[in-house]
């Protein structure tokens, strides 16, 4: 789509009625990441989740945009054979290149800002109770200035990931419509450097390195986010339809449906297995299950059946379950929010699946069917790319400014310590002698 | 352990960047994807090793 190219009354419509909800989704995780937390750090994870929210928002807008830019809009672009691969932006700072007008390009920076700010809620989930809210904000500052706009602009700028398609003959090129790389894999990976920089909770592994079950303190913010996060994700799932893929608003109940259906088949898959093994249902990954539905259901919304978008999202879910144990118990990632099992791996498998599901209206060029091709393609560069530029961009900011909270600050829990006051001040907060017996 | 890791990551990611570019859409293209996409996953299972250990450390 072209960045002076306007949109219809009536997709603009649609689009500036999905967008609106996009914000939903962001409600949902912050409610999500404070639930599964303990209650002396609640009010904490919330306020870190409206800074992080504001920071990115700012930061977007004062550089993000311009590196990210919009399909149409100019770019600085190498030449392989005799083809131009977009690698960044060239819009200018401030937005000041960006036409008010319903353009293409201004809808997609509204878009961004809230995907910025979406992309660095998922870290807090696996820091939650040790990272300091400061640290939080300068984190988010790398992601929502740098790291999400540079591969946003390769997804969903025109950039050289879009064009594979064209460039290289690997079917439509790298598809992902809501963002489960360009959001949600990259915050997820995110999560993991900051888990793994952080380091684990005070008294988590202390009995020979085996976890401790620290459960959440509310599991009704947790199931309560999971059904605003639904409606924000058929925002998002919309809004990057047709904004980023040219999809018509007539494709709006297809959508709707394949993230509602690959949500509830990702519960149903996390439900089914904690019932299975523990003979009953665990609310907390019932939840994780949800939202890993949600997030592979968003690279392939817009080009899978129904039915796909029920396997996709069953998947989803049972990864989560699964990666949710294994990375706490085999590879001792403390993760209090699941976020590298929801976001990541959900984000990963997200993309993968829309090369072995999509589905292209008559007519489309398929170039010889390679989707699959380009979506590991994306994937490699999530991983190969992605992943060690937040990794390195994080450790570097930890060793001058550190992440991690006083011993003193964790035992007391982050709401008193950084702001002061506690979210349940009328009733008593658990102290560490409490949780370790 | 962990650096030697990342490298491996970007040099995966290195290879899959040049099969797209210079084979296109053919089967080789293919093969180099997928050997990158391997030497990825060598990277990440040395990183997250050189985790473990780091923690087994500090335990």
Known sequence: MSAQLLLSPTAMAVCVFSILLVPLAGTGLALINSGLGRSRSAAHTLMASLCVMAVAAVAYFICGFAWQGFSGLPSYAATVRGRPWGWISTGHFFLRDVAFNGSGASLAAWFGMLSAGLAALIPIGSGAERWRLRACCASTVLLAAWTFPLFAHWVWGGGWLAELGANCGLGQGFLDAGGSGTIQAVGGLTALSIAWILGPRRGKYAAGNMPAAIPGHNAVFVLFGCLLALVGWTGLNSAGSILFMGVGPGRLALIGINTLLAAAMGALAAAGMTLTRFGKPDASLTANGWISGLVASSAGCAFITPGAAALIGLVGGGLAARSVEWLESRLGVDDPGGAVSVHAVGGLWGVMAVGFFAHFPAGANLNGSRQWVAQLVGVATLLGFVFPLTYGLNCLLNRFYPYRVEPEGERQGLDLYELGAGAYPEFITHTDEFTLG | ?59
């Open chain 2, 1 to 59: 352990m962990k650096l030697a890791g990342f490298l491996l990551l970007a040099a995966g990611w290195a290879i899959v960047v040049a099969a797209v570019a210079l084979f296109s859409a053919t089967a080789l293209g293919t093969g180099f994807t997928l050997a990158g996409m391997g030497v990825e996953l060598l990277g990440l299972i040395l990183v997250v090793r050189a985790h473990i250990q780091r923690r087994g450390q500090s335990a």
